[in-house]
C-alpha cells in the first residue's frame, strides 16, 4: 500500500516513514487503493499478524494469567491488546458456529439470528465478569479486573472452539463424547492457576473466591441466555414450530 505525503485530516506534512500522524494521530495508510491491498492491510491491523498474535495466544495458552499481568506491568508492546485479541477471536468462533449451524438447526436463519444475539449478550457480559472479580478480590482495579475477563473468555472461546466441532459429531461415534474430555478438564485447570497467578492469593482463597464467581456468573449467563432465547422465540414465531 503506497504511504502519503501529508495527513488526509489536517493536512500535516507527515514525518518520513510514519504509520500515525504526528499531529493528528490519523493512520498514515492509503485507503485509496485496490480492495485486496486494503482488506490485507485490515486483516493485518485486527489480527496484528506480525508475530505478536502467535506469541500472544502461545501464552495466553501455557501461562494461565501471565497476559493480564504483564499488562499491569506495563509490558503491553510484546502482545496483541486485550480487547482486539477477544474481538478476533470471538469472529473466529461465530464463524465456525455459523459453519456448524445445520447440524444443530435445520434452520439456518434462524440458528445464525441467534448466534447472532448470543454473540451482542457476550460482549456485554464479560464487563460483568470483570466487577464480579472486583467484588470478591477488593484490592484489585477494576480495568486490571476486565484486561483479565478479557483474557479469560478468550481462551473460552479457543476451548469451545476445540469442544463444538466435537459435540456436532457425538451421534456419529462415543468417542467425540470422549474427546470432549481433555479440553474441559485443560478449560477448569486453566481458570484456576490464572486466577491463582494474576491475583497471588493461596490457593485456598482463589478455589473459593474464583468458584463463587463462576457459580454467580454462571447464574447470570443462564438468565441472560433465557432472555435472549425468549426474545427471539417471541419476535421468531417459526421457532415454535
Known sequence: MKPINRCNNCKQQLIENSAYCHICGQS????????????????????????????????????????????KNGQRVLYTPPLRLYIAISILFFLLIAYLGPIYSPNTSEFDKTADYYARSMFVLFP????????????????????????IHTLVYLVLMVIT?????????????????????????????????????????????????????????GIAFDVVLTHIINTSPTLLH
Open 28 to 71: 498514515t495508510r492509503n485507503y485509496n487503493d485496490n480492495f485486496w491491498s486494503v482488506a490485507k492491510s485490515q486483516m493485518h491491523e485486527l489480527l496484528d499478524i506480525d508475530g505478536r498474535l502467535s506469541r500472544t495466544l502461545k501464552v495466553l495458552i501455557t501461562q494461565p494469567g501471565e497476559l493480564s499481568k504483564a499488562f
Open 128 to 151: 460483568i465478569f470483570a466487577l464480579l472479580i472486583g467484588m470478591f478480590f477488593k484490592q484489585s482495579r477494576f480495568i486490571y479486573n476486565l484486561v483479565f475477563s478479557l483474557h
Open 165 to 221: 466441532p466435537l459435540e456436532a459429531n457425538e451421534l456419529r461415534h462415543t468417542a467425540f463424547v470422549w474427546l470432549q474430555i481433555p479440553p474441559t478438564l485443560y478449560l477448569g485447570w486453566h481458570y484456576l492457576v490464572a486466577f491463582h497467578h494474576a491475583y497471588e492469593q493461596s490457593w485456598t482463597k482463589t478455589v473459593i473466591k474464583s468458584g463463587a464467581i463462576f457459580m454467580i456468573y454462571m447464574s447470570i449467563l
